[in-house]
């Protein structure tokens, strides 16, 4: 969260304070009595890092059985532990949908001040969100998003059109740039059942087609490595020929980069999705296909805690005007590639 300096604040307050003193002069040599001012506007809700009101947090999130799941939970935790009013509250995680749901429920009747849930199922989940809202406790709803609004005070997540988006661009970008005519590109999904595997898939799509570009060959994997090697297989036999790649999920990225070394194949450059430590140190050693890689950072889970906290304590967002906490807080794709690096390896993750 980004906070103004102090010295900063304490200029605008020395130079509101000039601008009044010269109002009171004003008023001291003329006949007529100063107008009231009503031309106030709002301003920053002020610095939240020192502690305050004791809050406690009950986390749910599904299992961490793999490495961006498992950077979910424990970015919750770490964040956590960096507030001293804090108390976190975390249950096991689950891919149960009656197990995480009867887990919330224990947190409601714990009676937690905040909850933070990242379902496995977010419809599945609603019923529950909605019963913590009722009850008064305000609900960050994580990622996968609840069917109505009434079950979360909060919805933060990733941008999954403007992942596939970004990713469009780039390598649009980096074609033009290698004067590559009539281009092959590639893509890996994810889970094509899943409505952020469509959305990934078509800002991808409109991207390359403001260019002029096109997919022509496409698989679907599971997020897992084994599932990303089998498909990137049978997607290389299929195509003798590739100018760029993308794959949706770094975590199923190991099993695409081994698929690739295996058919011995480097004359195309490839992109991935979700900023895993994997793919940074790849991009970063520039010794494979590996270029890039679209953030959708588990980061947004220590912004989560941290959401909840400013929600329990009855604070807004320090550099924001306005008093509440926003409804929705969408976090940026930004492409990593071996120029900016550096700046993102604080938030990879471990497949």
């Known amino acids: 969260m980004?906070?103004?300096p102090a010295h900063g604040r304490r200029s605008f307050l020395m130079a509101g304070g000039a601008v009044a003193a010269g109002v009171v002069l004003a008023g001291c040599t003329s006949n007529t009595e100063p107008e009231a001012d009503n031309d106030a506007v709002a301003a920053g809700q002020g610095d939240n890092a020192e502690p305050g009101k004791e809050v406690t947090v009950g986390f749910s999130a599904p299992a961490a059985d793999h490495g961006w799941m498992a950077a979910m939970t424990k970015n919750a935790q770490a964040q956590a532990e960096q507030f001293s009013d804090v108390t976190f509250?975390?249950?096991e995680g689950s891919n149960d949908v009656n197990q995480q749901i009867a887990q919330v429920e224990t947190l409601i009747n714990q009676k937690v001040d905040v909850l933070v849930i990242l379902p496995f199922d977010g419809k599945a989940l609603t019923q529950v969100g909605r019963r913590a809202?009722?009850?008064g406790i305000p609900v960050v709803n994580v990622d996968r998003v609840f069917d109505t609004p009434l079950a979360y005070r909060t919805w933060i997540g990733g941008d999954n059109y403007r992942?596939?988006?970004?990713?469009?661009?780039y390598i649009a970008a980096e074609l033009q740039r290698r004067n590559v005519g009539n281009p092959v590109i590639g893509e890996v999904a994810g889970i094509d059942?899943?409505?952020l595997t469509r959305e990934r898939s078509n800002g991808f799509r409109d991207a390359l087609q403001r260019h002029g570009l096109e997919v022509r060959h496409r698989v679907a994997a599971q997020f897992t490595p084994e599932t990303g090697e089998q498909q990137t297989a049978n997607l290389l036999q299929a195509a003798s020929k590739l100018d760029a790649l993308w794959n949706h999920d770094d975590d199923q990225g190991i099993g695409v980069v081994s698929a690739i070394e295996n058919a011995n194949r480097d004359e195309f450059f490839m992109v991935g999705g979700a900023g895993s430590r994997d793919?940074?140190?790849r991009i970063k050693a520039g010794n494979s296909v590996v270029e890039a890689t679209v953030l959708y950072s588990p980061s947004m889970c220590s912004s989560a805690i941290a959401l909840a906290r400013l929600l329990g304590q009855a604070k807004g967002l320090g550099d924001l005007a306005e008093h509440e906490i926003p409804a929705n807080v969408t976090t940026y794709s930004a492409v990593v590639t071996a120029d900016n690096v550096d700046e993102y390896l604080d938030i990879?993750?471990?497949s």
Request: hydrophobic share 50%.
């Open 2 to 4: 980004t906070r103004v």
């Open 89 to 91: 509250e975390a249950t």
């Open 133 to 135: 809202m009722d009850a």
């Open 163 to 169: 992942m596939g988006v970004n990713a469009g661009d």
């Open 193 to 195: 059942s899943l409505p």
């Open 279 to 281: 793919m940074m140190d």
């Open 348 to 350: 990879a993750f471990d």
